[in-house]
């Protein structure tokens, strides 16, 4: 199903198709009054007299072909509720036989800015599916005209569409299974994002083992697939200020390597690359609305395999910082690949912050389930920013401790540190506290732990199930509210 939507700067007026009106939270309706004939007005408060209910949405049939819909409004409504009323909208009409429908936007009742924009952003993120792999696609076009004093500037659609672009292609990356897209074809597809002005560098593995990268090459060292590190440049200014650094997640598949995990924690595991399509969505979104900063994408992309050639329990690796890491379990494999990727990325961009994702760890899931992502960070302004940022967009954080307490857990005998903590406990706090030793230069960093955020089996508000896109809407206000 495709929703088309499009603005007219015209007056509303009286109109045969079917109209959705914005209402106050008691339902009055006399300020619809001068948009529908006096028959359909009094046919309609006869039938409100009766509503006693907390929907928000209501859809009256004038006849077979009209409907009116009206949407209430609470007072001072936050935007990422009205976000979520497009959603509800969405909803309702996804069901309903008619296909085209006027907004109109002079009935608003809100003195919320951008409302108009919030409302269709919440419908649009809503109506993503993926069906690439169906036969049966259902070919339903709905079509939405805007219309009245209140339809969003073109700067406005064009910011919410860019958003939007990066939080679909973030889905979509995510939605692939493994077989499809493995390392190689990833890369691939990352090189395609040149033409949005994007500069793109691959290294493969040739170049990682010249530069040391040997902790992210053992992960990939058992697929038949390539590894790579990609880097993705935004330049938004034309000074040479530091950039934002992003450093994203990529495995994949993960088996969980010889460490192998049972059928049923392995199945979900093609969606182990999605801290990586954050990162990649938010950098197209950056580029789409020519966002005024310099940022900088980095992801790690493996396949995590047993085989041959594959890592060994208690294989010591040396990583690019020079530190070596005993692989205790082959399946703790994300902190392997990120900790070259962070190090890589603050010694080469020297960046303002460095914000990471992955789905790092089942543990995270454990403590906040799917409402909050897991931030562990140096650095407290950064983290109330982000803590900030996510009430804003409900794309909520929550902080968790970082203390050296928890080294001795991550000490090695044989090596500076081993992969897996022996005594067990804290799973998603030691795994940061190994990606903090990485981190060389004290440079601000969080790390953002998405394994419960990045799919959604039932559905959220804002997605209809599957991939949710999950933090490209967070990073991009982080970006426009604190550094652009
Ligand atoms: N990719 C997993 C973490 C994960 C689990 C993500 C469930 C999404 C849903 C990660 O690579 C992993 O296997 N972590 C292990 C770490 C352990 C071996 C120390 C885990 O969480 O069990
Ligand atoms: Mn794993
Ligand atoms: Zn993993």
Redesign the pocket.
Known sequence: MSVNINYKKIKSSKSISNVVFFVDDKFTITNIKKYISNKEFSYVSDLIKNINSRKKIFCFDLSSKKKIILVSLKKDIKSSEVENLGADLYNIIKELKNSEYILNTDSIPSKLTNFVAYFLHGLRLKSYNFDKYKSKKNTKNISILVVGKYIPSVNEQIKFKAIEEGTFFTRDLVSEPGNILHPDEYAKRLNSLKKFGLKITIYDEKKLKKLGMNTLLGVGQGSARGSYLVTIEWKGLKDKSKPLAFVGKG?CF?TGGISLKPAKFMED?TY?MAGSAVVVGLMKSLALRKAKINAVGVVGLVE?MPGGNALRPGDILKSYSGKTVEVLNTDA??RLVLADALTFTEEKYKPKFIVDLA?LTGAIIVSLGSEYAGLFSNDDKLSNQLIDVGENVDEKVWRMPLNNNFDKLIDSKNADMQNINYVGGAGSTTAAQFLQRFILNKTPWAHLDIAGMAFSKYGGALNSGGATGYGVRLLNKLIEDHYE
């Open positions: 495995v993960d595991m182990d995590n494999e994300g789905t």
